[in-house]
């Protein structure tokens, strides 16, 4: 047996499995489930896939054929062992635990090894481990010897446990490797047929068996052909007991064979036409992979147009030019001979309307077009026709695929009839084109379809998928072993599609001619054996196939005759943890399977029940463990060939706890610091004390002295500061506490030093006494600690109990700072233990540590368990539940509970039992039968107060009866009215929680519209008889069907109703598109709505142009239902149009859709729309804010419902529209209608409605007003939902409008509509609307006005006049330039005037030929050396002839003026000018 089997992997049972309940044995006489892993040996669990024994009330023995999965949880659980605990062994934990068990001793594997394949198939070991016994148990001498023994007698038939799959390929440049192993006791023998005839392997040098083993190997270093060894072989192993078989291998030989040689003629096809290049990959074994390259071995780049099938083709969707820049050539890799083959390449030769493969074409909008490539509809290249069939195997993949060729290439869906796509499976692969299903199961099956679509169609395939199923298992044959006399079965149940046969066969032999058995019954799938008898050994074969193939299974009848037998040393020593929880093994062999009781210290009583819990594979539970549990525990097993027994010792120890813990502590640099950790511990159990700094081992240095009881630290440094834990362990448990050190950096002496002192928690109260004992109240007094510079502000009492809840610290009561001694009000029958937690303004101090134990006198419970419910959890069952009572109100030990229960109005006599957990099941009830329910608290000092009687019901069965007299009213296009008959309150068969419709739009009364038939559930309250169903679809045909609800669920449907709505108004055109190709024109277009709701009659549009807040006149245009486009020319190239689009049926015009034409390139976008365009719809109005920015995106106008009246006409909606800075105001008023129409009160009193629902949106707040002909008292409920799909609900009581919707974002768009409170089903049309944003600017953008441009162009015209006459009169006196040539004038002929540069001949004064305009227009001066200072005296201060003063015009001046202002004016062009005149 491999030894990864689960069985050699020891375990220890979950403790919270433990806790269950529900752990008791089986009861006498069932068929119940025996461990084998317990059985066999401690610590060894059964695989959770297999069974275990069973056991009849006439025999004792085992049976596989039992499914594990029927055994309650806990018995599961129950059926791992915990292993013997070695003297002075340890377990690591951060609370106490028990002992944790060493492994098993090795003079025991062996023995484990044989035993346990009693459970599967018996294995005996050749080999002994040596490994010597663990130093902590009993050296069992004889316990070996018996082991020995036992494996001498034991007998084994064969079994196989290795072999070859049923399809077996090799490749055929290996040996052929056949495998075939089994195990028996003795040792099988092998032999083989092929083709159902024996193959005699000693006549065929080629052939071999491998040494112990039936594994074939088929060697051709000296020449062969695979090929002559093809076919179909099975194994057969055999010993005395039996011959088992092994599957029918089917061998095959890989074959790689070559592609045919072929000449390829390019292919020839127009531009925009579908293509298909085959690949016909030749047949290899196994199929190859196919994939496509060029022949430079480029891989072909694959998209939405062009792609691979899954058999190899590759399908273009359309031929564009740029597909002739590569060949395509098919290749095939083989996977076991890892070779690739490729095809000879395909050449395309692309004729095209449009020669040259411009790039930029790839990427246009249009590029069919631009090529000159016609548009035209999908239609399928694969699969072909409209529909197809599919059969797949359970659990295999399903793989359907359509490939479709169109221009433009269209997208595929994919769908299912009936139903969505399993999501959890479905996978779309290939752009789309293929849908995979994972793991197919039956309700798989079913019609699929995929929808080929692009702008000019769509087209779909039907594929219908039948799912079969080769055999799989339901219940496979088990070993089975017996003890003689007794009976078993074996149990051979499998299923598939086509349900399978099943034969039966004995040792390899058809069961017809077997030799008879008296012992032995065929009952179809079962084989029943009564009174075993060890003749009756054999290997009996299932056989169940169909023709998608078939399930073989071998399993042995074994028969054991063995006296009781232990398994694990003797005189074990089990050491665990006062209080916790342990489990003492006590594994044991036999068959008959004996029976097993424990006894202490030698005491004849048998322990089961309290504090001890046996489990059936042998183990003893203590629940909690103490000090009076210490001893010699005594287990005995016995059957009818004798008995054996075994003695395990418990010690109990005291716990580690440490009572003085380390403290946090604030210290200076420099300083010393201890930290002390006192432990209290168990004196027979070795004691380690550790240090962490910081959650990591603490290296003690030579600053650091480590003490048993403290840590010291001299000369505290900054790296010292950090989280010190002190870990106190020992072999079985450990305990800690952790502290925080802070080190401040030195300070200089401060003038107040309290002040200087940090503020800390405050310490431990100390010295807890109790006095004053009494019954029920106790004196608790305490010394407080010190509170750290920060008052003590309070104390919290906290006190624990040992026996509910021992180490958990509940809170008792709270007192104010300034007490240190309180009276404890205390609960009968609790072994109290107090502590004391001080409070100030920094936080809470460590606990105080626990004062003495105090026990209070038990008493009767003073209450009951509350929350007290009975609920049927089945039809014929009521669960009576109910919360525990704590420990503090027990009251006394062995709290139990008294269950009295008896049906309502009858008299009957109480039925009670007790029960000691929180709950219990009442069976055999009828069916929702009302009952009276008593709990009623008990412990050992008596009974509790007298319940409260609670009422209960009995579990609920499905209805019986559906709603009868079902009538459907069509009330207008997307409503219906239903009234139906009450059922009768006996049919129910539990509480009637509602009635529910359900429906679903069986098809539209457009032709060759697809609709989703998804059913769909409308519930009415239970007290109801009539009820609406909104949000229909008009134009459709729909069927519905009732059914009652009650807590088990649906009952039978009612007869189906057929009904049709009538035709309504349309949705909103789809894809509204406005484009401008120039100034000049606008170009529109759209597609049909998404749901016509009837027979489309044309499309209405209506424009207007605006130029900011200015609106021109509204037109009008009517199109026919097949006009998608229309082009507008502007009038002027600055004013912009507002579309409104809407389609309409002979019912009236639908939702609108409204869009803009883009701005021009140069106009800046305005901050601010115009005022909406007046509606001429009946409807409500969706109100648009007009300080909401421009956008291109649709914006819906819904209608209100029509009513379907005989009479339509149109009513005049006039819109107002008040601009402001915060908002807009949108109001609707109605005129009188051109025509005489029918009012919609008069069609029928029961239709209600919602209509002229008006919305008034600011930023932050929205009013809504509507009108409705609803009961005066109807209140209603305003739902909307804002962009990012936030749902909120506001409830409006009657005649409270209008309704104010506040917190609501600015410039966010919202959908509202209005219902009653009490029918959501008739509700208003949706509202789209949008609040404006925070900050407007109403103002028009004046920067394109022809006005405003004058304005400033005059403006400037004077500025700069002005600027001229300022430069004149500042440049006398100023710097005069010489030029050389006087009598020549500045004429217009001087090549440098026009861009303001003059040309001097005096080559020191040329100050323009570097001078740089600056911003304002003037000329920045870079440096001057000419001044008059150089012509004469120069200095500061001078005046010249004409007494003007020259001083500034030095070149000290020029130069800081030159830094200083970046400008000068005596070398502009103006003075120059002006010095020349």
């Keep these: ?36 892993c317990a059985v066999w040996g401690p610590g060894v669990p059964l695989p959770s896939t297999t069974s275990g024994a069973v056991r009849t009330r006439t025999g004792t023995r085992l049976n596989e054929a039992e499914e594990l999965s029927s055994v309650p949880k806990a018995h599961v659980a129950r059926l791992e062992t915990a292993r013997p605990q070695e003297q002075g062994s340890r377990e690591r934990g951060l609370v106490p635990r028990m002992a944790r068990q060493p492994p098993l001793p090795w003079a025991h594997a062996a023995f484990l090894l044989l035993l346990l394949q009693l459970g599967g198939a018996i294995e005996i070991p050749m080999d002994r481990p040596s490994e010597p016994l663990h130093p902590s148990s009993s050296p069992p001498h004889s316990q070996g010897r018996s082991e020995a023994s036992i494996q001498n007698e034991l007998t084994q038939p064969p079994t196989i446990t290795k072999q070859s799959v049923k399809d077996h390929i090799v490749d055929p440049r290996d040996n052929i490797l056949i495998e075939c192993e089994a195990k028996g006791n003795p040792a099988p023998s092998f032999h083989w047929t092929r083709n159902s005839r024996f193959f005699n392997i000693a006549k065929d040098p080629r052939v071999s068996m491998r040494r112990r083993s039936g594994t074939l190997v088929i060697d051709f270093r000296s020449g062969g052909r695979p090929e002559e060894y093809e076919g179909e072989y099975q194994c057969f192993a055999r010993n005395k007991f039996g011959t088992a078989l092994s599957n029918k291998i089917r061998l095959q030989v890989s074959k790689s064979p070559l592609w045919p040689k072929e000449n390829l003629d390019p292919v020839v096809v127009q531009e925009g036409a579908p293509l298909t290049l085959q690949c016909n990959p ?219 046969t099943v034969q039966w066969m004995v040792n390899g032999e058809p069961l017809q001619s077997a030799p008879p058995n008296p012992n032995r019954e065929v009952a179809g799938d079962t084989i029943i054996f009564r009174d075993t008898q060890v003749s009756s050994r054999a290997v009996y074969q299932c056989n169940t196939s169909n023709e998608h193939g078939y399930l073989l299974a071998n399993a042995f009848v074994s028969v054991l005759d063995v006296p009781p037998r232990m398994l694990s040393p003797r005189n074990q020593l089990i050491r665990v943890i006062l209080y ?60 009818i060939l004798g008995k054996a027994e075994n003695q395990v010792r418990l010690e109990v120890k005291d716990p580690t706890r440490i009572f003085r813990m380390p403290e946090d502590q604030v210290v200076q640099r420099g300083t010393t610091v ?93 010295d807890l006494e109790l006095t004053d004992l009494a019954e029920r109240s106790v004196r608790l007094t305490w010394i407080p600690g010190d509170d750290n510079n920060s008052p003590i502000t309070g104390y919290v009492v906290q006190f624990e109990e040992d026996q509910f809840q021992p180490g958990v610290w509940h809170d008792h009561s709270k007192f104010p700072g300034s007490v240190n001694s309180a009276v404890l009000q205390l609960s009968p029958y609790v072994n109290y233990q107090f502590r004391v937690i001080a409070i100030n303004e920094v936080g809470s ?91 009623q608290a008990e412990n050992d000092f008596g009974k509790g107060p007298e319940p409260d009687t609670v009422i209960g019901y009995s579990g609920e069965d499905y209805p019986r009866a559906a709603p009868t007299d079902v009538k459907v009213r069509v009330m207008n296009s997307t409503a219906i009215g239903l009234q139906w008959n009450r059922v009768y309150s006996d049919t129910v068969q539990g509480q009637l929680r509602e009635y529910r419709a359900y429906y679903w739009r069986e098809s539209s009364l457009l032709k060759n519209l697809w609709v989703s038939q998804k059913r769909q559930q409308a519930s009415f309250p239970s007290d109801r008889t009539r009820g609406v169903v909104g949000r229909l679809f008009p134009y459709s045909n729909y069927k519905l069907e009732m059914v009652v609800v009650n807590g088990r669920g649906n ?218 002909n609803f009961g005066p008292g109807t209140d209603f409920v305003v739902e909307y939902i804002d962009s990012n799909n936030t749902k909120k609900t506001v409830p409006v009581k009657a005649q409270a409008q209008p309704v104010q919707l506040t917190d609501l974002y600015p410039g966010m768009t919202y959908t509202l509509r209005i219902y009653p409170r009490d029918n959501e089903g008739i509700s208003s049309t949706v509202i789209t609307f949008m609040t404006s944003t925070a900050y407007t600017n109403n103002q028009a953008d004046i920067a394109t006005q022809g006005w405003f441009i004058g304005l400033m162009c005059a403006i400037a015209l004077l500025v700069l006049i002005l600027l001229i006459v300022c430069f004149i009169k500042r440049s006398r006196g100023g710097k005069y330039p010489v030029r050389e040539k006087k009598d020549v004038p500045l004429g217009p002929e001087d090549p440098k005037e026009e861009d303001g540069s003059f040309d001097y001949s005096d080559e020191d004064n040329k100050p323009l030929q570097g001078s740089q305009t600056s911003l304002d227009g003037t000329i920045k001066q870079q440096e001057s050396d000419d001044s008059l200072v150089d012509y004469g005296e120069g200095g500061e201060g001078q005046f010249n002839e004409d007494g003007s003063f020259i001083g500034q015009y030095t070149v000290k001046k020029d130069k800081e003026e030159t830094e200083g202002n970046e400008s000068s004016e005596a070398t502009s062009p103006v003075n120059a000018i002006y010095s020349l005149a």
């Excluded at 047949?283 to 196919?290: A, C, E, F, N, T």
Aim: proline share 9%; aromatic share 8%.
């Design 845 to 935: 101090s460590h606990p105080s540590l626990p004062s003495e134990r105090y026990r209070t006198s038990g008493a009767p419970p003073e209450s009951n368990p509350s929350d007290v419910k009975g609920e049927g959890t089945r039809k014929n069952n009521m669960e009576i539940t109910w919360t525990p009572m704590n420990a503090t109100s027990a009251f006394g030990p062995n709290l139990r509970y008294i269950v009295k229960w008896r049906r309502r109005e009858t008299r009957e006599t109480w039925n009670n039992v007790t029960v000691w957990g929180s709950r219990h099941v009442v069976g055999q009830t009828p069916v929702y039968v009302p009952y009276e329910i008593r709990v």
């Design 282 to 500: 030749p047949p290899g074994l196994p199929s190859p992979v196919i994939f496509w390259m060029s022949s430079s071995m480029e891989p072909i780049a694959q998209d939405k147009r062009v792609s691979q099938g899954h058999h190899g083709d590759l399908y273009f969707s359309n031929v564009l030019l740029q597909d002739m820049q590569t060949d395509y050539s098919c290749n095939a890799r083989f996977h076991f001979t890892h070779t690739i083959q490729q095809k000879n390449p395909f050449t395309l030769k692309v004729l095209t309307n449009h020669p040259y493969n411009d790039s930029s074409l790839r990427n246009h909008p249009d590029m069919y077009s631009a090529r000159g490539v016609a548009e035209r509809t999908p239609s399928f290249m694969y699969p072909q026709g409209t529909s197809s069939s599919q059969m797949v195997l359970r659990g295999m993949d399903l793989l359907l695929e359509c490939i479709a060729s169109g221009v433009p290439t269209p997208d595929i869906a994919w769908y299912k009839k009936g139903g969505d796509l399993p999501s959890d499976k479905a996978k779309f692969e290939n752009f789309n084109k293929a849908l995979r299903i994972t793991n197919v199961s039956e309700e798989d099956s079913g019609e699929y379809f995929c929808l080929a679509s692009n702008k000019m169609g769509s087209i779909r395939h039907t594929i219908s998928v039948r799912v079969k199923a080769a055999p799989y298992w339901l219940d496979e044959p088990k070993n089975l072993i017996l003890a003689p006399g007794e009976d078993g079965r074996l149990v051979c149940r499998a299923s598939g599609n086509p349900k399978p």
């Design 1 to 36: 047996m491999p030894a990864s089997h689960p069985c050699l992997s020891p375990r220890r049972v979950p403790e919270e499995t433990l806790d269950q309940p529900g752990h008791e044995p089986f009861p006498r006489g069932r068929t119940r489930l025996i461990d084998l």
């Design 674 to 766: 201890q930290l002390e950790c006192r432990v209290k511990h168990d004196p027979s159990l070795r004691l380690t004390v550790s240090w962490l700094k910081d959650d990591e081992p603490l290296y003690v240095g030579n600053r650091m002295k480590k003490e048993d009881d403290s840590l010291t630290i001299f000369g505290v440094a900054e790296r010292d500061q950090g989280s010190y834990t002190c870990v106190a362990s020992t072999e079985l448990d450990q305990d800690l506490a952790k502290a925080h050190l802070t080190v401040l950096a030195d300070q200089t002496a401060p003038t107040n030093r309290l002040a200087a002192l940090p503020k800390g928690r405050p310490d431990r109260p100390r």
């Design 580 to 639: 916790n929880r342990t489990r003492l093994d006590c594994p044991f062999f036999g068959s008959p399977i004996p029976t097993l009781r424990w006894f202490k210290n030698g005491q004849g009583s048998n322990l089961d029940g309290g504090n001890y819990h046996v489990y059936e594979n042998g183990s003893l539970e203590i629940k909690m463990i103490r000090k009076e549990d210490q001893g010699i525990y005594t287990c005995v097993a016995t059957n």
């Design 1051 to 1268: 009952g039978p449907h009612s007869e189906t109703k057929e009904f049709t709505t009538p035709e309504g108004v349309p949705s909103a055109p789809r894809r509204f598109r406005v484009r401008q190709p120039s100034l000049e024109t606008v170009n529109l277009e759209w597609d049909h709505p998404e749901h016509p709701n009837g027979i489309l009659t044309g499309y209405t549009l209506k424009y207007v142009a605006f130029n900011g807040t200015k609106l021109g006149k509204q037109m009008v245009e009517n199109f026919s239902p097949n006009q998608t486009k229309f082009s507008v020319q502007r009038s002027d190239p600055v004013s912009r149009f507002r579309f409104t689009l809407s389609a309409r049926t002979q019912v009236g015009s639908g939702e609108a859709v409204t869009e803009e034409s883009p701005a021009p390139p140069n106009e800046a976008t305005p901050t601010a729309a115009p005022p909406t365009l007046p509606l001429t719809t009946e409807g409500a109005v969706s109100s648009t804010d007009a300080t909401a920015p421009a956008t291109t995106e649709a914006t819906t106008v819904p209608t209100i419902p029509t009513a379907a009246p005989t009479t339509i006409a149109t009513t005049t909606v006039a819109t107002t529209t008040t601009t402001t800075a915060a908002a807009t105001t949108t109001t609707t008023t109605e005129s009188p209608p051109a025509t005489t129409r029918s009012k919609m009160q008069e069609s029928a009193p029961d239709e209600q409605f919602i209509w002229n629902v008006t919305v008034f949106p600011n930023s932050k707040w929205a009013n809504i007003t509507w009108k409705h």
